[in-house]
C-alpha cells in the first residue's frame, strides 16, 4: 500500500499497487490444434498484470480509479513445421467505479471499465486487426448477513456499450459468499 | 494495606495520564497494564483507516477510566485522528506491536474490553 485511508482526512484516497500473474491453461485461437478450438480458453496466454488503484472509502459514497498494464509473455507455436513466435499485443485496462455504503449493512457499486490489446505478431508479421477494444460495465452490491460474513452479488456485461472489437458480449452473475477468519 | 494499594493505584492512573503530552499516544509494555489491580479501565481499540471507528471514538470522547489504544495503525495518524476528533486530552496508548490486541483477543475494530477483565 502506498498510502493509507484515514478518516480524519476523507478526501485522501488510498493508493494501492499491485502485480499479478495469470497462468494460462489452454491454447489462444492463433494455436489452437483441435477441431473446433475447442482447447481454447481465454486468451491462451501468461500474463503478468501490474497495476494501481485509487480508492475513497472514507465516507458513504465511495469511488474508485484503477489503471492496469497487460502484459501477455511471448510464446513459440508450431506453424507448418517450424517453430515461430507468437507475440501478443500489450494491454491496458481502465475501471471507474462509484457507489454507496451503509455503515455495517449493504453497499452497492457500480462500473464501467475499458479494456484495449494492441495486435498480435506472428514471427515478425503484424495481424492487422487482431487488436481488442472492450467496453463492459459492472454491478456489485454486498450485504452483511451476520458478523464477519457477508454475501455477495455481481453482475457484469461484456461489450456493453461504444465500440468494441474482436470480443464476445457475454453476461455473467456471480454469487458469493465471504467469511473473514 | 488496602488503603495503599489504593492509593498507588490512583498515582499510577494520574501519572500516566499527566506525564503524556498533549495529544500524544504513549507507548506501554503490557505489563504495566497487568501490574495494576485497581480501578477497573475501558480500553477502546481504535485505527485511523477504521471508519467505524470514528462514531464509536465520538460517543466515548467524554468516558471516563477510559485508555484509548492505537493499534494496527501508525502512530503519527492514531494522534491525528485524536486531534481531528479533538480529543487531545484523551488518554492514548499506542498498540504499535499488537501486544495489546493479541492480549484482549482483539480481531476487529472498533473493539471495547474492560480491564481487569470482568469475572
Given at each position: 500500500m502506498l498510502l493509507a485511508q484515514s478518516f480524519d482526512k476523507e478526501w485522501l484516497p488510498q493508493v494501492q499497487a499491485f502485480t499479478s500473474y495469470k497462468h494460462s491453461f489452454s491454447r489462444s485461437i492463433y494455436d489452437s490444434q483441435e477441431d473446433w478450438q475447442?482447447?481454447?480458453?481465454?486468451?491462451g496466454f501468461h500474463e503478468v498484470v501490474p497495476g494501481i488503484d485509487f480508492w475513497?472509502?472514507?465516507?458513504s459514497i465511495k469511488a474508485g480509479l484503477t489503471q492496469t498494464l497487460i502484459v501477455p509473455l511471448k510464446k513459440k507455436i508450431d506453424l507448418a513445421d517450424e517453430q515461430v513466435t507468437l507475440t501478443p499485443g500489450i494491454g491496458h485496462k481502465t475501471s471507474l467505479t462509484g457507489g454507496y455504503n451503509y455503515p455495517g449493512k449493504w453497499q452497492i457499486l457500480a462500473g464501467l471499465e475499458k479494456e484495449t490489446r494492441r495486435n498480435i505478431r506472428l514471427g515478425n508479421v503484424e495481424l492487422k486487426d487482431s487488436d481488442k477494444i472492450v467496453h463492459s460495465v459492472t454491478s456489485t452490491m454486498t450485504y452483511?448477513?451476520?458478523?464477519?460474513q457477508t454475501l455477495g452479488v455481481n453482475y457484469k456485461r461484456t461489450a456493453a456499450f461504444f465500440s468494441n472489437k474482436n470480443t464476445t458480449r457475454a453476461d455473467s452473475y456471480t454469487l458469493s459468499y465471504l467469511r473473514a477468519f | 494495606m488496602s488503603t495503599v494499594k489504593f492509593n498507588m493505584g490512583v498515582f499510577f492512573l494520574a501519572f500516566v495520564m499527566t506525564s503524556q503530552a498533549i495529544g500524544e499516544c504513549q507507548e506501554m509494555a503490557l505489563a504495566t497494564l497487568k501490574a495494576r489491580k485497581e480501578t477497573p479501565v475501558q480500553l477502546v481499540f481504535f485505527a485511523?483507516?477504521?471508519?467505524?471507528?470514528k462514531e464509536h471514538l465520538e460517543a466515548l470522547k467524554?468516558?471516563?477510566?477510559t485508555f484509548f489504544i492505537a493499534t494496527f495503525d501508525r502512530k503519527d495518524k492514531a494522534e491525528d485522528v485524536l486531534k481531528y476528533l479533538k480529543m487531545e486530552n484523551a488518554s492514548c496508548i499506542y498498540d504499535g506491536e499488537g501486544t495489546f490486541s493479541e492480549y484482549f483477543g482483539?480481531?476487529?475494530?472498533p473493539a471495547t474490553k474492560t480491564f481487569p477483565k470482568a469475572e
Open positions: 475447442m482447447d481454447v480458453h481465454g486468451n475513497y472509502g472514507m465516507s452483511a448477513v451476520a458478523m464477519r | 485511523s483507516w477504521c471508519l467505524s471507528c467524554s468516558a471516563k477510566n482483539v480481531t476487529e475494530l
